[in-house]
């Protein structure tokens, strides 16, 4: 089989100044083994990025790529002046305009930012991280000018300017690099303290040859600094995301990492340098002089041609690329043998694990231990879900804590079906009994990967279709069991029944096989996976097929947002039970519009609605495009596919953002249902929906109210912040409409003497958000049309009532 071509470059850290106004005695650019700097232009020219924001685009249009990341950075970038930040970006979103979404940022010290600055920004859509240390103390141990004068005063500023109100949608969160003798417990306070949205702990560059600072000949002083500060944050209830505890915590469950540091993606990112050269990871000009180089530039060379760079090749390959203490070390999935430019030695050059190797080990299996040693919360019958996450729930919110444990308890709910679907398997299919039995293998191999499948959100409405007759157990089965299998890189075959030619796989995708057998055999590879199906055999790398030109093999596409990670689920054939027809496998174009739209939908959703953006990222993994008339706006949710929303691709990203945070209040009380009786199910009275024509259930009308929450939230923030005039009036008159629908759908059900004990305590905790918003001020028009339309369909929901005696 021929090695799969290499991922598409989707990040891009563009240097538009060569020089630095700090003297930070650790940064990697100045301070450690590469000089080229010296010979560099200071300011990148007009010529260099007009030509850089083409090749991206070429690169961006060849591999049908959704969205870009471009970061600005030197040097230190506010160098380069207004004038040539807003060249830069405006040649990127000329050459990208209807060829990718463009995620750009900047990365500055932070000492002259001031207002000028945040208006361009806020002109051009540049979101900002600053570098800080901790506290003063800290931070003046490295961080200081080339006099010796503090720098901390200038970023605090920075920092207090990008939180005003005006410009807090810009900040994009703080970098701190680690230094084992500053007070761990110190530095996190006082970064938190700055309330940022981020916070990214960095360990100091080193290499082999030149260790990082042990104090003491202590073995793990880095992964004893970083659990200090995570038994903090953990202790505080998580209040910020922190890179790299969330990219250990998410390997471990089997999702990507978010930092290049740990996990074992293959790296798609090159840097530009002011003189148009492209180089490698910045990172590895720690490791010697040179080391970054690529022999390339973008007038001579695409992007592509880049890609082929053995150095660039060689962090391509996955777990094949490390030494072999690395393959065979049991946290590999997580750590990923560290930064590649920490594993660097003269001789062995990068063939050996990281020189911070005790450090990663002791900071994985300490998170990994902690997180497993957490007790579940323990049931009862006056209250089965702790009592923090049942009143946040009520209030139409919930932490990411909140759906962890709403997602543990769904997947031992499936736990239970699969095993009241293998008692379904009859003594005469051998097929079902193989399958059950890899299943139970799998349970005690890679139990880890068995139920990443089994939490996949069509496996529970897979199971109920075995249990009432309508499916046989053993396609199923071995479907779970193949994904299982390839997900722990296990190399045992197994045989999976197809579905209308299809293989499926779920979560991972579906391979397409048009030779009428009705079974094909999976087996894990090095770099894929092997398919036989009668005469056929395919080599499948996972790589291939995600920009639509692979036939046969249809991964599930994933959108990787700040934060959230979303499978766009178009492959699978369990996949219709959202009540529309569901989309076919969506073109590379139309992928590439639902990247954009929920690109702009999340940004939306984590700067205006914080309080359902954590939810929603640990909650909502899956999304399926549906099919709609044009121009009309779908979505559903599936109450037995936690984790799950479907939607048709709405017109625009803020519509796309209420859908979003409007069906995964379905889905969340669909959750909070499976474990709390909140009506009594025997009511078969219908009840007045304020939005509807007609009335409904308790059930509908519980869930309808619950997800309106969100709508009317949505419609009040969007009130102050819609780009103009009339959409802000518009949102204006939507809030006071919702807001007065959703409040009397709350006294409906209050008082329908149907709820139980848990479910009046539930809707009163809905009532109390919506009469919180019952006091804020509307305009006079507003108040009238909302009352004036509640007034009229009321009376038009008696008369049909009338009639219908």
């Not at 097929?545 to 599930?556: A, E, F, I, M, S």
Request: with cysteine.
């Amino acid at each position: 089989m021929d090695r799969p071509p290499p991922p598409a470059l989707s990040q891009f850290v563009l240097k538009i100044h060569s020089r630095c106004d700090l003297a930070c005695d650790h940064c990697y650019v100045y301070e450690h083994a590469d000089t080229s700097w010296r010979g560099r232009p200071r300011a990148v020219s007009e010529e260099i990025l007009a030509r850089v924001a083409d090749r991206i685009a070429e690169h961006a249009r060849r591999h049908a790529l959704p969205a870009v990341h471009v970061v600005l950075h030197g040097g230190e970038p506010l160098l380069a002046g207004p004038g040539r930040i807003r060249r830069a970006a405006e040649e990127l979103q000329r050459a990208l305009g209807g060829v990718s979404a463009l995620d750009l940022r900047m990365h500055t010290n932070g000492v002259l930012l001031d207002e000028e600055f945040c208006e361009l920004f806020l002109e051009l859509g540049i979101n900002v991280g600053v570098s800080l240390d901790g506290d003063k103390a800290s931070n003046d141990r490295h961080r200081r000018y080339a006099d010796g004068r503090s720098s901390h005063g200038k970023v605090i500023r920075a920092v207090e300017l990008l939180s005003r109100p005006r410009y807090r949608r810009l900040f994009a969160g703080l970098l701190c690099t680690i230094d084992v003798e500053n007070d761990p417990v110190a530095v996190y306070d006082a970064l938190v303290a700055l309330a940022p949205p981020r916070i990214d702990f960095l360990l100091p560059h080193a290499t082999w040859d030149t260790p990082p600072p042990r104090p003491g000949g202590a073995a793990t002083p880095y992964a004893d600094w970083l659990d200090a500060v995570y038994r903090r944050w953990d202790a505080a209830g998580r209040p910020v995301p922190v890179r790299i505890f969330e990219s250990v915590l998410r390997t471990l469950r089997g999702e990507s990492s978010l930092t290049e540091s740990l996990g074992l993606a293959p790296a798609d990112l090159v840097v530009i340098e002011t003189d148009g050269t492209f180089e490698q990871a910045d990172s590895l000009k720690t490791s010697y002089d040179g080391a970054p180089a690529t022999g390339m530039d973008v007038f001579t060379h695409s992007l592509d041609d880049v890609l082929q760079h053995p150095g660039m090749l060689a962090r391509q390959q996955g777990i094949e690329q490390l030494c072999e203490q690395c393959r065979g070390c049991p946290v590999v999935e997580s750590c990923g043998g560290g930064l590649y430019a920490h594993r660097y030695r003269t001789g062995s050059d990068f063939d050996n694990p990281s020189v911070f190797c005790p450090d990663l080990l002791a900071l994985v299996t300490t998170i990994r231990d902690r997180e497993a040693a957490v007790p579940a919360p323990t049931p009862n019958p006056q209250l089965p879900l702790e009592k923090g996450d049942f009143d946040a729930l009520a209030a139409g919110f919930g932490t990411a804590d909140t759906m962890r444990r709403l997602a543990a308890a769904q997947l031992d709910i499936n736990q239970e079906l699969l095993a009241a679907v293998s008692e379904r398997i009859a003594l005469s299919d051998q097929q079902g009994a193989a399958a059950w039995e890899l299943v139970t293998h799998l349970d005690t191999e890679a139990s880890t990967a068995l139920d990443a499948v089994l939490a996949h959100p069509y496996t529970r409405p897979w199971a109920l279709s075995v249990l009432d007759g309508r499916a046989a157990p053993a396609g199923g089965l071995a479907e779970i069991a193949a994904a299982a299998l390839l997900r722990a890189r296990l190399d045992l075959p197994v045989t999976v029944p197809l579905r209308g030619g299809a293989l499926r796989l779920p979560g991972l995708g579906a391979v397409r096989l048009a030779d009428g057998a009705d079974r094909a055999e999976v087996t894990a590879a090095t770099e894929g996976f092997t398919v036989r199906s009668g005469t056929r055999r395919l080599d499948i790398g996972w790589h291939e097929g995600v920009d639509g030109l692979t036939p046969h093999w249809q991964p599930v596409r994933l959108f990787e947002g700040e934060g959230w990670s979303v499978a766009i689920e178009d492959t699978d054939p369990l996949r219709d039970c959202h009540k529309w027809p569901v989309a076919e496998r969506l073109p590379a174009g139309e992928a590439k519009l639902w990247a954009e739209d929920l690109t702009g939908a999340w940004s939306l959703i984590r700067r205006e609605l914080p309080a359902y953006a954590d939810g929603v990222a640990a909650g909502l993994r899956l999304i399926t495009p549906l099919h709609a008339p044009a121009g009309s706006d779908v979505s559903a949710a599936c109450k037995e596919a936690w984790a799950a929303i479907g939607a048709a691709r709405p017109a625009s990203p803020d519509q796309l953002a209420l859908l979003i945070v409007h069906e995964f209040q379905h889905v969340k009380l669909a959750a909070v249902l499976d474990r709390v009786d909140l009506y009594d199910k025997g009511d078969r009275r219908l009840y007045y929906a304020p939005w509807r024509e007609d009335p409904r259930p308790i059930g509908g009308l519980l869930q309808g109210t619950y997800a309106h929450i969100a709508v009317t939230d949505f419609w009040r923030v969007r009130r102050g912040s819609a780009p103009g005039a009339n959409e802000r009036g518009a949102a204006e008159a939507q809030f006071a409409r919702w807001r007065q629908q959703t409040a009397e759908a709350v006294e409906e059900l209050l008082g329908s003497g149907s709820l139980t004990d848990l479910g009046q305590r539930f809707v009163g905790g809905m009532g109390e958000t919506v009469r919180g918003w019952l006091g804020e001020p509307v305009s006079g028009a507003a108040l009238r049309a909302a009352a004036d339309s509640a007034h009229r369909h009321r009376a038009e929901w008696k008369a049909r009532a009338y009639e219908g005696r």
